[in-house]
Structure formats: C-alpha cells, structure tokens
C-alpha cells in the first residue's frame, strides 16, 4: 500500500509539472497580452509604451525564463502580481477560494442528498409511474442548460417575492451564508444529481439482478435492507467515481452560476482573468483547480479500497 | 362663526400644506447611493481611461477646472460653469486662458489645490512629466496647447498656439479632472486622490467600487450622499434583475438596452427612466492603405449599399439616430439636421436608387454579378459590435460585395486595428465632448491615435483648423457641417448610425438630469454629487414596496 501511495504521488507531481507546462504555452500561445487589454480601454495602442509596460511585467523575457520564474515563485509560494490590481496574487485568491469551495460543497452535498436516494428509489420502483417521473426529472436536469435555469429561477423569486437571491454584500453568519449559496448550489446541484440518480439506477438495477440479491430476499431480509445494506452497498462504487470527477469538476465549472448568480469566487475570476490575460492569476488558479483534481481522483481511489474490500493497492 | 371658523382651518391647512410639501421636496442628506456596475473598471486615473467604466464610478474623485452645469440636459459652451475655477478669461489675441482658482481647497489626503496642480495635471496629458501616463488617448485634444503655467498660488494660465474659442468645452468635460502633483500616475491607476465630493474606499476586482463622503469637501453643504457603491455585475440579465428588484437605486449609465427597457418598465412600473443618446457612434473603418480599398470608388460603393434605417428598426426598435460624426440634433449641438444630412450622398433615404448607383461603380471596376469582391469584415467579438457587422455584410451583398465575418477578441481588436490589419471594419467610437475640436482631432486627424484608418487630408486638416479658430458659433456651425458632409463623403469613417440607450433610477433618487449629448456625465456625475441637485433620501430599510408612486419625495406604502 505504501509503495502504491508512492507511486501515486509522483505520478501527481508529474500530471502537475505537465499541467503547469501546458498552460503556461496555451496563455502565451494566445494572442495579445495584458498590454493589449490596457491599451484596449484607452482605445489605441500606443507600441513604444507597449513595449514598456512587457519589459516591466518581464513578458519580454523568453518564455522558458519566464516559466522557471514562475516555478521558482511557486516553490517559495510567490504567488506573483495580478497584472490588472497590481495586488498580490495570494490577495486576489484567497478570498475567493473559501467561496467557491462552499459553494461546490453545497451543490455536491445537494447532488449527492437528493441523486442517491432517488436514484435507489427509481431502480427498486422500476417502471412505475414513480419511476418514470423521476427520469423524467433527470433528463430534464441532464438537458437544461445551467445559465437558463440559473436565469429562471432569478427572475422568478423577482416576480413572486420581489427579491433576487444574488451575493451582493459578504454573509455576516453562517446561517447568511447557507442560505444565500443554497439556491445556486441547488441550481448546480440538480445537474449532478441528475447524473448521481441515473447512474445509481442503473447500477442498483445491474446488482439487484446479482444472485446474493435473491438469496438475501429469500432468506427473509427486509426490503430496506436489500435495497441499501446489500445492494447500495455495492451499486455505489460507480457513483462514488462520479461524485469524485464531479467534485473536481465543480472548483472549475462553477463560471455560469458565479456569472448569473454574482457570486465572487475563483471560477469567475478564472475566466475574467483569462479574457485580461492576467498571467499569474490564470497559471496559479488552473495549477490549484489541478491540485484539487489529482487529490480528489486520488482521495476517490483510496475511498475504494474502504467500500470494497476486494480491491487491494499493492505490488 | 362657524365659517369663520372653518375658513381659518382651511387656511391653515393650506399654509401647512405648503409647508410640507416645500419640506419634502427640499434636499436631504444622507443615505448611500447603491449602483450596479457592468465590470472592473480598468483603473482609477480617468485621464489613462477613453471608457465610461472608469469616469463613471471615479468622477466623483475629482473636481475639474470648469464642468458643464448638472442641471442642464444639453451640454454646450453656454452650459459651462465654475468647479475649482472661480473665473476665467480670455487674453486681447485670445491664445491665453487665466483661471483664477478657488482657494481653500484640499485633496483627499489634506494637502492644498493650487496652481502647481493645474500645470501637473496638463503636463501630463501633454506627455511633458516624468513619470509619464501609461496611457493618454487624449493627447491629441490638446494639439493646441503650448504649455500651462501657474501664476501665483491661485492663478493658472493656459497658453494656446493659436485660437482657439472651443477650448474651454475640452476643459468642462468629464476626462478633464484635475490630478495632484504630488500623486504618481501609478498611485492614481489604484488609488485615485482628487478634491472630488468623495473619496475612494476600494476597489475588489468583479465585487465592487467603494466611495466615502468626502467630510471637507469645499462646497458647503455637500455632497448629499453619505456614499456611493458600485456593485460589480458582469451578467446584464442579473443586474436589471436587481435593478427591478429594488436592489439598487441607479443603473449603470446608460446600461439599459432599448429591448430591455421595456422589460424594466414592465416589472418595474415605479422606476424612472430616459432614454437618451448615448455619444456612440456605430461607423465602418475601411483601409484605405490595402488594395482594392484604396480606391474612392469602392469605399464610395460600401457606403451606397447601407441602409440605415434597417439597423436602426432591427437593432434600435427604430429609436437610433441617423448622423454624421457629430451627435445628431436635438441632443447634439453639432450634428447636421435631418434636410442638410438628407444631401449627404449615401444617406439619401432612396436606398434601391443608392444601391443601384454603388453598381454601376463597382460594375466599372470590373465587379459584377460573375466577378464578386470577396472581404472579411472584421469587428470586435461582442454583441454590439457583431450583430451590426451581421446586418452590414447583407447589405453588402447587394454590390456585389461578399464578405465574412471575422470576429475579433477584444484584447486584440485596437492592435489589429493600430496595425491596420483588416480590410473592413465595424467599429463602435465614444465622443468624450460633443465638440467638433475633440471629435475631429480625435478621429480624423492627421497622425492621432484613434485615427484608426489612417485618414489624412491637408486640406481637411486646414478645415479643422479653420472651424476651431472661428468664434462665431453659428458660423462654425454651418463650417462644421460642411467638414462633416465631406468626411462622409470621403468615407473616412462612415457613420451608420448613432445609439441610445436607457438610465433608469428609483423614484426616490431626486436631483437627476440625464445628460443627452455626452455618454460621460449623462449620468455619471450626478451620481457623484458634485452639484446642488443630488439627493438620495436614503434607502428604506428592507427592499422598497413595488407600489411606489411617481412623483414622491419618498417611498410611501399607498399612491391613494
């Protein structure tokens, strides 16, 4: 197991080192730099003052120096300047981390309280009208496109309560906070959990056709503990790799929900970052989104070998 | 006795009446001004900005010299009133602008407004200072200006090459404000110090703009507010959402899209809105350096293909302006009137007769029915851009011109532009001033910066001159016109048409005039009270009821 664990980890380090390469050529690669977007709101381009504002931000330098500058700073965790604040990086995103984070935790938690349950409910109420409302409502879930339901549900709570549950002000409690990430947590949530209860049917029907299945029926157990105790118990493995890629999914995919919903977090601020060319911003956002991808795809290989005994990491 | 009785009661009640009534329109201070903002804004140094992102939050930093008067819709030369200039005049020859300065006034940071300060600020714009702006889109405004010197303590003088009656708009204006000597450019992109009605608070990139009553502010009395906020909303859906429910007392200036008013007016009956030009212009830049378009006849051809009228109905609702380069009348001071335009060639409203002419141009060019012109159209890859550049290459088709859209992202567009790579394009231009003088030097000068398809002209230039010198404004008028009529017909910069859009306010924001002929203080100043209008009576606790009445000096629960 320890030699397993070993090797994960420099296998992280190397999908990292990767990662960071590729980014840092994809946003170089892309045209124009943060000179263009300044010189942009001024309406001109003035080339000479260009030149000077990249040799100040050392975009001048050849693109290996400035990749080991930027290596060198993440060792020493010199996370850089936003070129657009002029604000430490570690400023900039710090905040914002602990936003998206409960505001993907919340979705997932929703995601995974309602797809579970109902996902077990549809595959043991198979082909009943029960059944057939709730893939209905996966579908539904599975097809809407985010920004319109997250749109939707803004302008309803306009019309109906003469409100609008958008961040405006920071929460002063916690009680503040759930309740104003819950209703873009739930607008995210119910996509995952469209895909969490389909995917549960579908395995919770493949194992209630396992030969166990019926001999614990006929055995005498009771319909509940077939349904969760033997047959969840099993069916879950699929879904807990689900949860995970969702999971490492929700840090980054949050863009349209912090968008419509006005939340300030990290994902947001990617692609505002990214449309600005804001460099640092970018390459330390995306490496952070790729920690929490490869330590979550890693945590859900571990969770594996707890749900089923069967699966050993070893030589 | 009783009707004397009762005649002394009414009486009473009349008098207590007038009262009342005088006391609630009468200002009140207090409250923050809550507004939506459509993004970051690039940075706090107006005088680096050519967008209403910055000027309109950080407007209230400053003072400028002269401003055009807040009350007053229509800014023009009769409009213009004393700031942290007490008075001003000009010399016998009329080459030199004294402004006596106000005395007593101090920036943020308590550090006194002099002379010194005028003199910086303009060195800098002149690009005469060390450290020098990053940025200075304005600089070619000031191509008559020889230098700025401090007379004494109070006293500022302002020394032009030649003649220049006009000067003084560029000065009233809101990119005009004045900086302090002792602040670097650097600290004024961030942190922005001024002798403004507020101080700046923060900044959070993609959350909010933060402003503070300024407690020694040299107008006595004011401003009003206690402060002003910009909540940062990039969604325009969420923001006109928050704006209908109650959320916020402004709109960003002029945010409010003609489609979009209507929804406002729908779900929000209580809210004030106008709809007003904008200072926008949607215009086609061709380059004249890249063959075929370096021939007249083709540019002439591409302009006798549009109608106007069609983008306006499709993208206005029919609510746009047709004009030249100046804003069209009645918002406009320098725009030509519907019969002068109507003799522009190309803006005749005979479009098949216009089309047909632009074939037998093309057709003795060698183009035709079997042998069609084949261009991209280049623009800037958001909706305002993009959709005119959709309806343009239909009409295009029409002479024989086929084009594809080429879109452009936005960190690209002005360094493609400035290297004039791209045949066509569909670009958007702001007036700053609606004056000739920032217009024309701005866009169509020989050499300026957002000159952006390189038009020169001697003899266009000596047109510039010419009108600038004149005093006579009604003369310049009619000398305006006819530069305007010929920069049409050149194509330099073809105008399609002019924008408006829409501010909306709560009902119990009061002191508000929306300013007609200037994107820059059609809302943006008023907000930042810098004049003896603007009161926010304060926000009620808790969102306002929908069922405000028009017309209340407060919010009241019933309109019976």
Known sequence: MGTYIVKRFLLMLLTLIGISIIIFVLLRLMPGNIADIM????????????????????????????YFHWIRGLLVWDLGFSYVSEMPSVDELGPRIPITAKLAGLALFFSVLFGLPLGVISAVKQDTALDYILRIVSLSGLSLPSFWLALLILMFFVSTFGTIPIYLDPPDNLWDELVLYSIPAAAVGFRSSALIMRLTRSSMLEVMRQDYIRTARSKGASENSINYHHALKNAVLPVTTIIGIEAAFLIGGLIIT???????????????????????????????????????????????????????YAE | MK???FAIASAASLVGLMFCAEAALAAKSGGVLKAYHRGTPPSGSIHEEATNSTVAPYMGVFNNLIMYDQAKA???????????????????????????????????????????????????????????????????????????????????????????PAFVALLAGGYSPVYPCHVSPKKMRTHPIGTGPFKFVSLKQNEHVKFTKNM??????????????????????????????????????????????????????????ELVPIGVSVNLIVNQFKPPFDDAGIRKAMVLSIDRQAFIDILGHGQYDRGGAMMPPPAGVWGMPKD??????????????????????????????????????????????????????????????????????????????????????LNLTGAGVDDPDANFYENYSCGSQRNYTGYCKPEMEKLFEKQSMMEDQEARKKLVWEIDKKLQEDAARPMIYHIKSAQCWQPYVHGFVTHVNSIITSGAWKTSGWTNNPVATGKMAGTPPRNICLGASRPVRSCG
């Open chain 1, 39 to 66: 010189f942009d709101s001024a309406g001109f381009v003035d080339p000479a003052e260009k030149a000077q504002i990249e040799k100040e931000l050392g975009l001048d330098l050849p693109i290996p120096v400035q």
């Open chain 1, 258 to 312: 912090e968008t419509v919903f006005n939340i300030p977090g990290v994902a947001h601020f990617l692609v505002e970052a990214i449309l600005m060319r804001d460099y640092p911003i970018v390459q330390n956002l995306v490496m952070l989104i790729a920690v929490v991808t490869v330590v979550i795809n890693f945590a859900v290989d571990m969770l594996y070998a707890v749900l089923d005994p069967r699966i050993k």
């Open chain 2, 3 to 5: 009707r004397k009785v």
């Open chain 2, 74 to 164: 229509i800014e023009s030369m009769d409009t213009i009133v004393p700031d942290l200039a007490t008075k001003w005049a000009w010399n016998s020859d009329k080459t030199k602008l004294t402004f006596t300065l106000r005395e007593g006034v101090k920036f943020h940071d308590g550090k006194p407004f002099t002379a010194k300060d005028v003199v910086c600020t303009w060195n800098l714009v002149l690009g005469n200072a060390k450290p020098k702006l990053r940025k200075n889109p304005r600089k070619s405004w000031y191509k008559n200006l020889d230098k700025v010197t401090a007379d004494s303590d109070y006293q500022a003088t302002f020394h032009l090459k030649r003649i220049q």
């Open chain 2, 216 to 273: 020694d502010y040299w107008k006595e009395g004011r401003p009003y507010l206690d402060g002003i906020e910009w909540t940062i909303i990039k969604s325009r859906a969420t923001r006109v959402l928050a704006f209908v429910a109650g959320k916020f007392d402004f709109t960003f200036n002029v945010d409010v899209t003609i489609p979009l008013l209507k929804d406002v007016k729908a779900q929000a009956p209580h809210a004030v809105c």
């Open chain 2, 340 to 425: 002068v335009l109507a003799k522009v060639a190309g803006y005749s409203l005979d479009i098949e007769g216009n089309r047909a002419a632009a074939r037998k141009i093309m057709e003795g060019l060698g183009y035709g029915a079997d042998n069609r012109l084949k261009v991209k159209v280049s623009t800037r890859n958001i909706a305002v851009y993009r959709d005119p550049a959709v309806i343009l290459i239909d009409h295009l088709k029409e002479v024989y011109i086929d084009a594809t859209l080429d879109t452009v992202e936005t960190s690209n567009w002005h360094a493609k532009v400035a290297r004039k790579d791209y045949m066509v394009g």
